[in-house]
């Protein structure tokens, strides 16, 4: 009995196992979830799988592109190293140079102490104001063409020295000793051998001067070629001049001396406007008559007619201006693109200056004699034969030009009006028709006053 019982309790306890196993393997089974799908719904999951997988990947990727900051900091701060590189390297250039520029300029102090100091005769312990050092350090030209650089040279000095004077003294000095001191510590003389020596003479109540010099072989002057042959320089400049063979120059009072006329400058196609003038008209320097009115640009300018339009004056144009004198009763056109300015104040010394270093005057003098205007110009150049010279008449008024052709003379009752052309130290006349021009324009107003 014992047995039966305990062999039913054994087979009730198998069977609780048995049902315990059954279920524990049942749900082993729901919890893996192992299922064996049919082809087609396994190919789907396998899509799907796949998409979740890139999607994954796709944000996978988006977060590592969000945080790409390590590589922006990485090319600032290449940048930063670049900048910093660069700046080291312009530093370096900047002071390569400088101390090149150093040593340049400490190698040219160097140089030109050797000269100095390799001066023959010159001693360290001379008295530097002992006539031995003037001689020494004032080297005599060797050679034509340095002596001729020494004469223009002395020319600028004495031209100079004769402005300071007139600035303070209202006048030029009688002789050139009056210089000495103030404004020069000696004359300069001529080099020897060969030129001429210098003479100078106050001329016209010591309100003019003259200095007479000459050129061996002819030299450079600022720009200007100067030949060979006699010079004379006045406060207007310099120019060539020609002296009689029977002329005593170191007389006194200054003889007059007879100017050259200077050449005319290029005329292309001949129409009396050189072509540098033609700029100042607007006309064409390879067309003789611009407007095509028959006549030629030169010829209509120095008439006062317009070249560029054949229907007007030139007066009516803009390209000359008028200029009136209301203290001494004269008005004159001139170049628009010249510049009008008075030297006086009482307005007897008016110029007209041109872009080139040329300019045309009017000057005002006394003529206490009321003599006609070749009588007072041949009182001023006693030499001079009157049937040489070229009469005209200005503003209806008997007039007289200079042997040169460069000042004309209109007396008005107790005075002298003196159209003067200037051509500067070039030696060549450009505005010789705009010359014409102004003294057709010229004229004289309101004399009863």
Excluded: C
């Amino acid at each position: 009995m014992f047995n039966l019982k305990q062999t039913k309790e054994n087979e009730t306890t198998s069977n609780i196992i048995a049902e315990t196993k059954e279920t524990t393997v049942q749900n082993l089974i729901k919890d893996t979830d192992i299922h064996v799908m049919p082809k087609k719904i396994s190919h789907h999951k396998r899509k799907e799988n796949s998409a979740r997988h890139r999607d994954e990947m796709e944000d996978h990727s988006a977060e590592n592109h969000k945080f790409k900051k390590p590589h922006k900091v990485n090319w600032l701060f290449l940048g930063i190293l670049a900048f910093v590189v660069l700046a080291a390297l312009i530093t370096v250039i900047i002071i390569f140079y400088t101390v090149v520029y150093k040593n340049q300029e400490q190698t040219v102090n160097l140089n030109n102490s050797v000269n100095i100091n390799t001066q023959p005769n010159l001693n360290q312990t001379q008295n530097l104001n002992t006539s031995n050092l003037n001689q020494n350090t004032n080297t005599t030209p060797q050679t034509a063409a340095e002596r001729d650089q020494k004469r223009l040279s002395d020319i600028q000095t004495l031209t100079n020295a004769l402005e300071l004077y007139f600035a303070k003294y209202n006048q030029y000095p009688e002789n050139l000793s009056a210089l000495v001191g103030e404004y020069l510590s000696e004359i300069p003389q001529n080099p020897q051998p060969g030129g001429k020596d210098y003479v100078y003479a106050a001329i016209e109540d010591y309100s003019n001067y003259q200095i007479l010099f000459s050129l061996e072989i002819g030299t450079v002057f600022g720009t200007t070629n100067l030949a060979q042959g006699n010079y004379q320089a006045t406060p207007s400049g310099i120019n060539l001049v020609t002296i009689p063979a029977n002329q005593n120059v170191n007389t006194s009072p200054f003889p007059p001396i007879i100017p050259t006329a200077p050449q005319t400058a290029m005329d292309s196609d001949n129409d009396y406007l050189t072509d540098l003038e033609e700029n100042f008209y607007q006309t064409d320097p390879q067309s003789s008559d611009s407007d095509g009115d028959t006549y030629l640009d030169g010829v209509e300018v120095r008439n006062l007619y317009s070249p560029i339009d054949p229907e007007i004056k030139l007066t009516d144009t803009e390209l000359v201006t008028l200029f009136t004198n209301e203290s001494y009763n004269y008005q004159i056109y001139y170049p628009t693109e010249w510049v009008a300015k008075a030297l006086s104040s009482d307005f007897t010394q008016v110029m007209f200056s041109s872009s080139l270093g040329e300019f045309i005057s009017v000057l005002i003098e006394n003529n206490p004699l009321g003599l006609s205007a070749i009588d007072w110009y041949l009182s001023n150049m006693p030499n001079i034969e009157a049937s040489s010279l070229e009469t005209l008449e200005v503003s209806g008024l008997p007039a007289v030009k200079s042997l040169d052709g460069l000042n004309t003379y209109v007396a008005v009752g107790n005075k002298i009006y003196i159209i003067n052309y200037n051509v500067g130290n070039d030696q060549e006349k450009v505005f010789e028709t705009t010359y014409k021009m102004m003294l057709k324009s010229f004229t004289l107003t309101n004399l009863q006053n």
